[in-house]
């Protein structure tokens, strides 16, 4: 299993577009509740899982590609096309996982998407559970 594991900010405002009347909250709320269950369940069923932050991709894709390639043991000159040819089960995320892959694209659109107000009262409350899911990484 390979969790990717993005920035609530991110994560909440994206939540947002997709279903307008979830509130912030409701949205936290899910975020936090896939990535526990993901971990939870994984630890539990003693399934080997590989934590990535979507941050640390999109900043240094080829680094953070090579590590996660050593760690599943995955030549990284045909990426692209093991990831279109596989078959793979998504527990979350946004449509674009029903797309095939055309590369890694930052998306920070919560930055100014995002009322102050919110960006504030989650940079706060999320604190504590950034540092614990990048307390285990990879």
Known sequence: VVHIIRDARGQ???IRKVNKKQSYLKSFIYWVYI???IRKICTLKKIKYHTVYYEKVVNNPSKELNILSRK???????????????NYHNIGGNKMRFKSFNGIRKDIKWK???????????TVICY???????????
């Open 12 to 14: 909440i405002n994206s």
């Open 128 to 138: 504590p559970f950034n540092l614990f899911w990048r307390s285990k990484p990879y």
């Open 35 to 37: 990535n526990f269950m």
């Open 112 to 122: 100014r998407e995002m009322k102050v107000v919110s960006k504030i009262f989650f």
């Open 72 to 86: 599943l043991d995955v030549d990284l000159e045909d990426y692209q096309q093991k990831i279109n040819t596989k």
